[in-house]
């Protein structure tokens, strides 16, 4: 019956006929529903039920490809069954084949053995106890509503504290546009550091648990990728100068996730953490990708404001964890988990080349000023340069230099020959990619080093590592400018968080 408020004849009678029910039925319904447990609320389907599926059940029954062909993560296509029937009879969990598959203990059990152990006794019971009262779908859903989404939509970040119990990983740092500030990954957060100073400036609060790349945009307004793992990945625009400002303790705090003056647009969202960004050497095209093996391009050339997806590619079988546009912004340089680097032609749509070299999953890819070459780091340690024209294309040229373990972070400057590695060995690299001479090492960090960017003006490079410490350097000679730990009021000797 609707909600709306009416006082018609027809709303009348059935209010009436609805009191009799009330009245009269109550026994039966309360037979229905006797697995609720007293004063305790029904299951709810997105609340309570779609959770546990998601967690166990959506990585074999998504859209994609669903196992027994079924598809979960809408309740209608849910309910509709795969190569057999509704899983599910309403009010008898006991002849639902749904519960038969999650208690059975031979080989038809979901989860499968190979996928993992049994569902929890609690978690079945929810699912019995949600059959028992009718197996109902929220009324505020619609059953053909993608189940990610609405749980998505339904989570609130939380705010981050004044002082962090200890430092967060830095996993993404950018330089503003006039190379006076570094812009550095926090939780849930984006902060601002005046780095001569080790002064921290400003908080922008952001719905992202950890900015995966930063990436400012010809407008000054700051693309940051990222989201939580397994959960959920975004492209979020940001403007660090607009929105309401509050004063705490001296620092400028920005809310980035309800203020539409600081978080200005959202280009993309995905299932999962999005992991890097490129932006064309004429500002026109930005690229993203991700956990979910997808890699977007959008046309920029109108504004962020005006921003089109252009193109959606799925080339790689792994994470892609590195994007980079060739100097022409007519190729787009791909590297995955999956141990390649690809070459894709932006125009024809279709893949040019793959360099199969690595011997581990890649971390970062880059691009040489002539287009001829591609560059590429990852868990092999290597730092390798490879054909991208002619009958080569696709063979290495040679191994530049390495790391004493896994590489995680190829930067490159956008104009200048100049590259950055950064590495599981707790050292920075710098390197010229016209020469392929290691120019600077760099060492000091005493954790993993997995942020790297360059000053626009290309005098320092910033790096940061899992023990949250930012250390800025001088690119010319490799001196320190300064280190400091980049989260807000963190104690400074490092505590670890507890494992
Ligand atoms: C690792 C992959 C995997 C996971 C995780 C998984 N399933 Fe399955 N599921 C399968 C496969 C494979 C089949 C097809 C089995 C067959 O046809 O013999 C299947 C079939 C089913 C079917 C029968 C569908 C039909 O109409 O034929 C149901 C119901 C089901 N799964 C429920 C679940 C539930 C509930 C979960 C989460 C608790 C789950 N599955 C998790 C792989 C998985």
Redesign the pocket.
């Given at each position: 019956m609707s909600r709306s408020h009416c006082c018609c004849i027809v709303c009348a009678v059935l209010a009436s006929a609805l009191a009799f029910c009330v009245v009269f039925g109550t026994s039966q319904m309360a037979n229905g529903q006797d697995t609720t447990p007293k004063g305790e609320a029904p299951v709810s389907f997105i609340n309570d039920v779609a959770p546990i599926?998601k967690e166990?059940?959506f990585?074999?029954?998504g859209v994609k490809n669903p196992?027994?062909?079924?598809d979960?993560t809408k309740y209608e296509s849910f309910r509709k069954?795969?190569?057999?029937d509704d899983?599910i009879v309403a009010g008898k969990p006991e002849d639902s084949?749904?519960i038969d598959?999650?208690t059975a203990t031979n080989k038809t059990r979901?989860?499968?053995r190979?996928?993992g152990s049994a569902?929890p006794k609690e978690k079945i019971a929810v699912l019995q106890r949600w059959i028992k009262e009718g197996a109902k779908l929220d009324a505020n859903v619609e059953p053909k509503a993608d189940l990610q989404k609405e749980l998505r939509a339904r989570w609130v970040p939380p705010v981050p504290k004044t002082a962090y119990p200890y430092p967060a990983q830095v996993t993404a740092l950018a330089f503003t546009p006039d190379n006076q500030k570094l812009v550095v990954s926090g939780h849930h957060e984006l902060t601002v550091w005046d780095f001569n100073t080790a002064k921290l400036e400003k908080r922008i609060y952001t719905r992202t648990r950890r900015a995966m790349a930063l990436l400012f945009l010809p407008d000054c307004k700051l693309a940051v990728a990222g989201g939580r793992p397994n959960e959920e990945g975004d492209v979020r625009i940001y403007d660090l100068q607009g929105g309401t400002l509050k004063l705490e303790n001296g620092v400028a705090i920005l809310d980035g996730v309800n203020d539409k003056g600081v978080f200005v647009k959202q280009l993309l969202e995905a299932d999962d953490e999005v992991t890097c960004l490129a932006l064309s050497i004429n500002g026109k095209k930005l690229a993203s990708g991700g956990c979910d093996r997808i890699v977007n391009v959008w046309d920029i050339g109108g504004g962020i404001a005006n921003a089109k997806l252009e193109q959606t590619i799925e080339n790689h079988a792994d994470w892609v964890y590195g994007v980079a546009f060739s100097p022409d912004g007519k190729e787009l340089f791909t590297c995955s988990r999956d141990k390649t680097a690809k070459v894709w032609d932006l125009a024809a749509k279709e893949s040019l080349l793959t360099f199969p070299e690595h011997q581990g999953g890649l971390s970062g890819i880059a691009v040489k000023a002539d287009g001829k070459e591609g560059f590429s780091v990852g868990d092999d340690n290597q730092l390798r340069a490879w054909h991208t024209m002619g009958d080569q294309a696709g063979k290495q040229v040679k191994v530049l230099g390495n790391h004493g373990k896994a590489i995680l972070k190829l930067a490159a400057h956008p104009t200048k020959p100049l590259l950055a590695t950064a590495g599981a060995d707790n050292v920075v690299k710098l390197w010229n990619p016209d020469t392929g001479a290691n120019l600077k090492t760099l060492t000091g960090h005493t954790d993993w080093v997995f942020a790297v960017a360059f000053s626009p003006d290309a005098n320092l490079v910033a790096s940061g590592s899992y023990d949250g410490e930012v250390r800025v350097w001088k690119v010319a000679d490799g001196s320190l400018v300064k280190s400091f730990i980049a989260s807000p009021g963190a104690p400074t000797d490092k505590p670890q968080p507890p494992k």
């Open positions: 599926l166990s059940c990585g074999c029954h196992k027994g062909r079924l979960m069954g795969g190569t057999k899983p084949y749904l598959v999650l979901m989860p499968p190979e996928a569902l």
